[in-house]
């Protein structure tokens, strides 16, 4: 059994990249990597909850940010987190141009094609991961 590794996506709530990103987590916690992943809510780091901190500091991580700002990212680093890579949703948008997600409120179409993309990505990460293809 492999270890348990933790995805932290970015908060950013009423706006459509956040959305994503969390949209992107869940696909993998809840269908593509479930038992292998699991997530936690982003401010309860930056609150400094001590079982959350705990589990950052004890298990690979992966940060989604939905923009360049990074909060996830330097949220997790701030906590000590063993965080293993971070995916930015502003750069799968550059990579797929064609697909720009309208709504902040909801995620249309668009939308949740670009959370498809950047699961998927984020599940292929993780089975590297687990092979040891990559440093955790």
Same mark, same amino acid.
């Given at each position: ?32 990597r479930k038992g292998e992943t699991d997530?936690? &809510? ?14 950052? /500091?004890?298990?690979? &991580?992966?940060?989604?940010?939905? &923009?360049?700002?990074? &909060?996830?990212?330097?949220?997790? /680093? ?18 797929? /141009? ?32 687990n092979r040891g293809e990559i440093d955790?």
């Open positions: 059994m492999t270890e348990l590794i933790f995805i932290i996506p970015c908060s950013g709530i009423g706006k459509a990249f956040g959305t994503i990103s969390r949209e992107a987590t869940y696909q993998v916690v809840e269908d593509l997530t936690l &809510c982003l401010s309860l780091l930056v609150i400094g909850d001590e079982d959350s901190n705990h589990l950052v /500091q004890s298990h690979r &991580c992966i940060a989604i940010d939905g &923009c360049p700002l990074e &909060c996830a990212k330097k949220n997790l /680093q701030l906590a000590g987190a063993k965080l293993t890579t971070n995916f930015r949703v502003v750069d799968l948008l550059k990579e797929h /141009q064609n697909l720009k997600p309208k709504n902040i409120t909801f995620l249309d179409q668009e939308g949740r094609e670009l959370a498809k993309l950047l699961a998927d990505q984020i599940a292929a990460k993780i089975d590297e991961l955790s």
